[in-house]
């Protein structure tokens, strides 16, 4: 990890540096590289924001899936028949339950920045409990939704 140069401190004048830890911007001035993820130590929060945009690239997907059901159903009962027979297969409730995992962990946490929107649970360790809270509890949803459907008879291998 780098430090800052200090004042009057010849040996660590910036224009000067040989390790690549300093840029030069367009207007000339120099300004230190920002760390990147190997500097950086691995925490919750972290790790929650990187499953957020995960999970709304997922649901991304699965409206594309959304939208062939529409179109399945659109072009009739034998259409509708072979989506519903791939979408029915072990591999497609696979794909179903990884989307309801996306969503409820998409919507938990949306809800932990709601919280942080109203400026609460902001300190460091409120910020990983609620992150800690919305990794969880996305996943125990997604998985007492499922459990619900397969007791229901709804749905089964």
């Given at each position: 990890m780098?430090?800052?140069?200090?004042?009057?401190?010849?040996?660590?004048?910036?224009?000067?540096?040989?390790?690549?830890?300093?840029?030069?911007?367009?207007?000339?001035?120099?300004?230190?590289?920002?760390?990147?993820?190997?500097?950086?130590?691995?925490?919750?929060?972290m790790?929650?924001?990187?499953?957020?945009?995960?999970?709304?690239?997922?649901?991304?997907?699965?409206?594309?899936?959304?939208?062939?059901?529409?179109?399945?159903?659109?072009?009739?009962?034998d259409?509708?028949?072979?989506?519903?027979?791939?979408?029915?297969?072990?591999?497609?409730?696979?794909v179903?339950f990884?989307?309801?995992?996306?969503?409820?962990?998409?919507?938990?946490?949306?809800?932990?920045h709601?919280?942080?929107?109203?400026?609460?649970?902001?300190?460091?360790?409120?910020?990983?409990?609620?992150?800690?809270?919305?990794?969880?509890?996305?996943?125990?949803?997604?998985?007492?939704?499922?459990?619900?459907?397969?007791?229901?008879?709804?749905?089964?291998?």
């Amino acid at each position: 990890m780098s430090t800052s140069p200090l004042p009057g401190d010849a040996s660590n004048d910036p224009t000067d540096d040989q390790t690549g830890r300093f840029v030069v911007q367009p207007n000339g001035r120099v300004r230190p590289l920002s760390p990147h993820l190997q500097v950086w130590r691995w925490h919750v929060t972290m790790f929650a924001s990187i499953l957020n945009r995960m999970t709304g690239g997922a649901l991304s997907v699965g409206a594309g899936l959304v939208f062939l059901w529409l179109l399945a159903l659109a072009f009739g009962p034998d259409a509708y028949a072979t989506f519903t027979d791939w979408m029915g297969s072990p591999l497609g409730l696979f794909v179903w339950f990884g989307l309801t995992v996306a969503l409820c962990l998409h919507l938990a946490g949306g809800v932990r920045h709601l919280i942080w929107d109203a400026a609460v649970g902001l300190s460091p360790k409120t910020a990983d409990a609620l992150s800690w809270a919305s990794i969880i509890g996305g996943v125990l949803i997604a998985v007492a939704f499922w459990a619900l459907l397969f007791a229901s008879g709804r749905i089964a291998l």
